[in-house]
């Protein structure tokens, strides 16, 4: 096949990679549906992907990974500089060229009998300011079609770069997917990716968590600007107005939830509508006429977590999801060829298999054990075009990006962090994101449910030091003059029993209401130790059944011993991260202490 671009740039590094994995032929992706038709076909002909009811889904597909590759694995995710403090003692690091040689060990050969996939895709609208373009290479089928619906691929991203070198080199290969030799490296020195022995979305979609958050992590403290783990979401008012917020909760902590919610009925009667931006990534910049921080999207589509998604929590998620999708490791309904997954609703297929490929039905199900008796991984997803989803935001295409008027952070904790509260100004908000904490969830390999500090929702993405990472957040709010305010939000607290107090999804506008009207300045609040909460009175519950002011004040309430507790926590963290931790995050510890008493 003819090359699709005469970038010298691009063939040689083509030609280096070729020469060391071995592919039998070298394929381009052009981006045009025959194409993607032709390895649709050719991947169910192996098994590689299954093609489901096509009434009922159209051009819909399911693929199984391997049973010991079904999410990120952080600890086995290196930053390569060449110096050990830039990457900083939260990420894993190797000197590049030692990296290097372990990889070349593991890639030389390893596409002999196979095809190499050349993908040219761009994160960001192609040709837009925002844009940067990335070249994908890869012996999987799955990746290919994955990264066609996840990011904008095709000849146009070529022509686009045409000589230029400038663009995020990543070099995938399935090798024999094992986890002992499996390896997700970051070069952001020199611009590459590379990943081996996995075939996990995360892992493999390097345009996604490498490229849009590790290596644009990197670029955006050295060119000014930020790459983030946040959701983008647009609320229009009744008089037709509206604002835009950011959002970063870590991972499966209800980014994508957010981002599509329905007002609930109230609000929706009163005119009140959300519209989608992006539900995982947002690459901020000052905007010079305006002096406000403007967002975009730099995906093309979701890779959402499939589990709990149904009529009731996410509608608009489940009708992106009913054509042009690709499930992953969810429940195959062999009587309709169909897909199902845990608490997709009450019908679980009789006659099925599981995301291990044995024969599974509901009996099987023990909700005390759900990772070893699901039908659906906890961590399943669907992989969706996000031009299908029925809420996505008329400024999903924009060049310029929507402008922030609050970001948002907030984590799973059961206890510790009330519904919602608002930093002092920019530099104490940075500090609320550099404290964040959540219980951990099945998106990234280990124990599940356990408290870790998760800054900005950025451990696992942060391609540079953590504590360089926290000051350029602190330089950034003083090149923004009219900045975003920052608030953090918890939907997870729990009664005594466990069981969540907050209803959560479409019920968390109400909350956004009191967010945008704090930015507005028009609503009071309360100064307490930890920052700005809400009068009770002033959480709009009209229609809440089981949600009394009582229970808002309780959510709203600020237990000082916890917040005690956590502080040793933070300390130790802090501590961890080592001497790149910015004074100002201490002085803001040491004055949170001095206010908690
Ligand atoms: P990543 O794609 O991993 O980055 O996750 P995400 O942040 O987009 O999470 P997502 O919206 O997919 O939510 C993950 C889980 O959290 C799902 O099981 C949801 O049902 C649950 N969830 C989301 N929002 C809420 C909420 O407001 N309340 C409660 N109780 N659960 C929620
Ligand atoms: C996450 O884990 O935060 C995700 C899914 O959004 S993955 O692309 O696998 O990282
Ligand atoms: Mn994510």
Known sequence: MANLTNNKFVLSWIDEMAAMTQPDKIVWIDGSEEQAEALRAEACSTGEIIKLNQELLPNCYLHRTAINDVARVEDRTFICTTKKEDAGNINNWMAPAEMKEKLFKLYRGSMKGRTMYVIPYSMGVVGSDFAKYGIELTDSIYVVLNMLIMTRVGTNVLEALGDSADYIKGLHARADIDAENRYITHFPETNEIMSVNSGYGG?????????????????????????????????????????????????????TNLAMLIPPKALKAEGYEVECVGDDIAWLRVNKEDGKLYAVNPENGFFGVAPGTNEKSNPNALHTCLRDTIFTNVVHDLDNNTVWWEGLNDNPPANAIDWRGNPWDISKYDKANKAAT?????????????????????????????????????????????????????????????????ETTAAAAGAVGVVRRDPMAMRPFVGYNMG??????????????????????????????????????????????????????????????????????????????????????????????????????????????????????????????????
């Open 203 to 255: 892992n493999v979609l390097l345009g996604k968590k490498c490229f849009a958050l590790r290596i644009a992590s990197y670029l955006g403290r050295k060119e000014g600007w930020m790459a983030e783990h946040m959701l983008i979401l647009g609320v229009k008012y009744p008089n037709g107005e509206k604002k835009y917020i950011t959002a970063a909760f870590p991972s499966a902590c209800g980014k």
């Open 374 to 438: 699901a039908g659906a991984h906890p961590n399943s997803r669907f992989t969706a075009l996000a031009a299908n989803c029925p809420c996505i935001s008329p400024e999903f295409n924009s060049l310029k990006g929507v402008p922030v008027s609050a970001i948002v952070f907030g984590g799973r904790r059961a206890k510790t962090a009330p519904l919602v509260y608002q930093s002092f100004n920019w530099q104490h908000g940075s500090f609320v994101g550099s404290i964040m904490a959540s």
């Open 468 to 597: 360089d990472y926290w000051q350029h957040w602190l330089d950034m709010g003083k090149k923004i003059p009219n900045a975003p305010k920052i608030f953090h939000v918890n939907w997870f607290r729990t009664d005594d029993e466990g069981h969540f107090i907050w209803p959560g999804f479409g019920d968390n506008l109400r909350v956004l209401l009191w967010i945008l009207a704090r930015c507005e300045d028009k609503v009071d609040a309360v100064e307490t130790a930890i920052g700005y909460v809400p009068k009770a009175e002033d959480i709009n519950i009209e229609g809440l059944e089981d949600i009394t002011i009582d229970t808002i004040r309780d959510l709203l309430s600020v237990d000082v011993a916890s917040w005690k507790a956590d502080i040793e926590n933070i300390k130790a963290f802090y501590a961890q991260v080592g001497e790149a931790v910015p004074a100002t995050m201490y002085e803001e510890l040491a004055a949170l202490e001095a206010r908690l008493g």
